[in-house]
């Protein structure tokens, strides 16, 4: 399915949808350029799982852990899917709760074989094309 999200809000509201499409222990990898929106997402992913801690990027950490219901993945900082491991990273993958994977690019080798993908793409200032 490919959406054209005009607003911020348009984005939560196609990933706050997408969100009650999961099921427990999908490993969802969110593809796109830095500024794209994948964190953005991901924050309206959390609201449809009725996540109710803020999202925040997580960058620094790799990953944050929302209840166990959410796991959400930066990779930026990775640089190979050995690193995830050796931190213990992709235990989460096969632990019952959602994975959202933001730069798995990073850590390809170790992803599981069955994953579902989000790619967003910048159009313009506010609009992005997002495929399901
Ligand atoms: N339609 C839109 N959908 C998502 N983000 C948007 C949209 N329009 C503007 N933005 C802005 O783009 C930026 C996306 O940032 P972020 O989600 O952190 O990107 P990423 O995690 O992909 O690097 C935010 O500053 C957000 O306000
Ligand atoms: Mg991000």
Redesign the pocket.
């Known amino acids: 399915m490919e959406y054209v999200?005009?607003?911020?809000?348009?984005?939560?509201k196609i990933a706050y949808d997408y969100a009650k499409t999961l099921e427990k222990g999908d490993v969802v990898l969110?593809q796109?350029?830095?500024?794209?929106?994948?964190?953005?997402?991901?924050?309206g992913l959390a609201k449809g799982l009725e996540i109710t801690d803020e999202i925040t990027?997580p960058t620094y950490a790799y990953m944050n852990d929302y209840d166990g219901v959410l796991y959400h993945y930066?990779c930026y900082r990775l640089s190979s899917g050995e690193d995830a491991e050796a931190l213990g990273l992709t235990d989460y993958f096969y632990n019952g709760g959602i994975c959202v994977i933001?730069w798995s690019e990073n850590i390809k080798s170790v992803l599981p074989k069955k994953v579902k993908i989000v790619k967003?793409e910048?159009i313009n200032?506010?609009?992005?094309k997002?495929t399901l």
């Open positions: 999200s005009k607003s911020l809000k348009q984005t939560y969110l796109g350029e830095m500024g794209a929106g994948k964190t953005q997402f991901t924050k990027s930066d933001e967003i910048k200032e506010k609009t992005r997002i």
